[in-house]
Structures are given as structure tokens and as C-alpha cells.
């Protein structure tokens, strides 16, 4: 005979809150959370989202339209974490574009998702690039060149922080970056490599905060030799 003891607690609210047989109800609060929290310990998929909200991906698309949607509301989530742009004011345009580039690495370091969704997941709305391009454009640059300038610093500092994240990762795991190796092999003397070895580097040659300076340095030296390029002092 069946143990009706057994048989207590098998009810809809002890066994998950979910009632068999029926599909639980989501609603876009409920998406824009799941989306949250699976984004910030894995990808944002259909299926890690369907299984967080306890339905089947088909229910979720209908709820949704698709992939693109959730990575679009992680995109807006992940832009509501990165604060403020720099202030241009007391600046000339090359100092402003260093501090936000500056801005830029310290959002990718501190939210690494960002840079799977980049662009989308910095400015889903373009409020950011319509800010950016107004304020170059008031420094003097061409309102097309301006927003070509701030893709290129972002496009530009986006690749450099990948390949940073890539060499914290690696010295965090105990292997040896790309730059250590490079190190050693001129310490060691490397007969095929005469022009580096001629270099004598050193340990700041191969500072992330250096080399990221240097390379912020380069890109806003690059923007300066466009034609119609305003004077480097130029202030707002």
C-alpha cells in the first residue's frame, strides 16, 4: 500500500514553487533578470535563460523574438553599470580623449562582459557617441570626423583591453604571457631577434598602464593628422 505519508510534501509549493504540468509564468521583469543573472557568471544564451526561468526555449522565444533580445537587454543592463563620461571641460581635445579612453579600459577591466557585446553593451542607445561627437564637434573637429574619431579611440582601446584581459588571465593561472616569454628570450640573448635585442627593454617596456598610455598615445596622434583636424590646444 502506498506510504501516504510519503506522498506529503509533494505539492506545487515545496517542489520548486513550479506545478507539474503547467508552464510557469514569465513576464519582462522576470526575462530582464534571468538575462542579468545569467549573464554575469555565463553567456547569455536561450537555453541558460529558459532554464533559469524554469520554460522551454520555445515559450521564452515567444516571449522574447529571439537571441538577439536577451543579448540586447544584457547590453543595456551591463551600460547602466559604466557611469558617466569624462567632463571636457579645462580640457583640449587630445586630454580628453586620454581620460575617456582611460574611462573605456577601466569600464571593460571592472564589467569584462562588455567586450563580447562592446559597442552595444557601452552605448545601446548612441547617447554616448551623440555626447562624444558634440563635444569634438565644439572643439573644432567636423561632426562626421568626431564620430569617426570616438569609433576609432573605442575600437581601438577595445583591442587592447582584449588582449590585457588576456594577459591577467594568464598570469592569474600561473602561466607565462606573451610578454614574459618575450622578455626571457632577450635576457638569454637571441641571435634572430637583433633589433630587439638591440632595445634593451626593461620591466616598464612591459607595464600594462605604460604601454596602454603609449598606445592611447598613438591613436589620438593619428586623429590629430586628419585634415580639418583641430589645434591640440584647443579647449572647450
Same mark, same amino acid.
Given at each position: 500500500?502506498?506510504?501516504?505519508?510519503?506522498?506529503?510534501?509533494?505539492?506545487?509549493?515545496?517542489?520548486?514553487?513550479?506545478?507539474?504540468?503547467?508552464?510557469?509564468?514569465?513576464?519582462?521583469?522576470?526575462?530582464? /533578470?534571468?538575462?542579468?543573472?545569467?549573464?554575469?557568471? !555565463?553567456?547569455?544564451?536561450?537555453?541558460?535563460?529558459?532554464?533559469?526561468?524554469?520554460? %522551454?526555449?520555445? @515559450?521564452?522565444?515567444?516571449?522574447?523574438?529571439?537571441?538577439?533580445?536577451?543579448?540586447?537587454?544584457?547590453? &543595456?543592463?551591463?551600460?547602466?553599470?559604466?557611469?558617466?563620461?569624462? &567632463?571636457?571641460?579645462?580640457?583640449?581635445?587630445?586630454?580628453?580623449?586620454?581620460?575617456?579612453?582611460?574611462?573605456?579600459?577601466?569600464?571593460?577591466?571592472?564589467?569584462?562582459?562588455?567586450? /563580447?557585446? !562592446? /559597442?552595444? !553593451?557601452?552605448?545601446?542607445?548612441?547617447?554616448?557617441?551623440? /555626447?562624444?561627437?558634440?563635444?569634438?564637434?565644439?572643439?573644432?573637429?567636423?561632426?562626421?570626423?568626431?564620430?569617426?574619431?570616438?569609433?576609432?579611440?573605442?575600437?581601438?582601446?577595445?583591442?587592447?583591453?582584449?588582449?590585457?584581459?588576456? @594577459?591577467?588571465?594568464?598570469?592569474?593561472?600561473?602561466?607565462?604571457?606573451?610578454?614574459?616569454?618575450?622578455?626571457? @628570450?632577450?635576457?638569454?640573448?637571441?641571435?634572430?631577434?637583433?633589433?630587439? &635585442?638591440?632595445? &634593451?627593454?626593461?620591466?616598464?617596456?612591459?607595464?600594462?598602464? @605604460?604601454?596602454?598610455?603609449?598606445?592611447? %598615445?598613438?591613436?589620438?596622434?593619428?586623429?590629430?593628422?586628419?585634415?580639418?583636424?583641430?589645434?591640440? %590646444?584647443?579647449?572647450?
Amino acid at each position: 500500500m502506498a506510504d501516504s505519508d510519503g506522498l506529503k510534501g509533494k505539492t506545487p509549493e515545496n517542489n520548486g514553487g513550479r506545478r507539474r504540468g503547467r508552464t510557469p509564468s514569465i513576464n519582462q521583469e522576470l526575462i530582464k /533578470q534571468a538575462v542579468r543573472d545569467v549573464g554575469d557568471t !555565463a553567456e547569455v544564451t536561450m537555453h541558460g535563460v529558459a532554464s533559469e526561468l524554469g520554460v %522551454n526555449v520555445t @515559450t521564452l522565444y515567444r516571449h522574447t523574438g529571439g537571441l538577439d533580445t536577451l543579448r540586447r537587454i544584457y547590453a &543595456s543592463y551591463l551600460s547602466e553599470r559604466v557611469g558617466d563620461m569624462p &567632463s571636457a571641460s579645462g580640457k583640449n581635445w587630445c586630454e580628453w580623449l586620454t581620460e575617456l579612453a582611460n574611462f573605456y579600459r577601466d569600464a571593460f577591466i571592472v564589467n569584462p562582459g562588455l567586450l /563580447q557585446y !562592446a /559597442q552595444a !553593451a557601452l552605448d545601446p542607445e548612441f547617447e554616448r557617441l551623440e /555626447q562624444a561627437t558634440e563635444v569634438l564637434a565644439a572643439y573644432g573637429f567636423a561632426p562626421r570626423e568626431a564620430a569617426r574619431a570616438h569609433a576609432f579611440l573605442v575600437n581601438n582601446v577595445v583591442g587592447y583591453v582584449h588582449q590585457e584581459l588576456q @594577459t591577467r588571465a594568464e598570469i592569474a593561472g600561473g602561466s607565462t604571457p606573451t610578454y614574459a616569454r618575450l622578455a626571457e @628570450t632577450l635576457k638569454k640573448g637571441a641571435e634572430t631577434l637583433p633589433m630587439l &635585442s638591440a632595445l &634593451s627593454l626593461d620591466d616598464d617596456d612591459f607595464d600594462l598602464d @605604460t604601454n596602454f598610455r603609449y598606445f592611447v %598615445n598613438y591613436t589620438i596622434d593619428g586623429i590629430a593628422t586628419r585634415p580639418g583636424a583641430p589645434s591640440v %590646444n584647443t579647449e572647450t
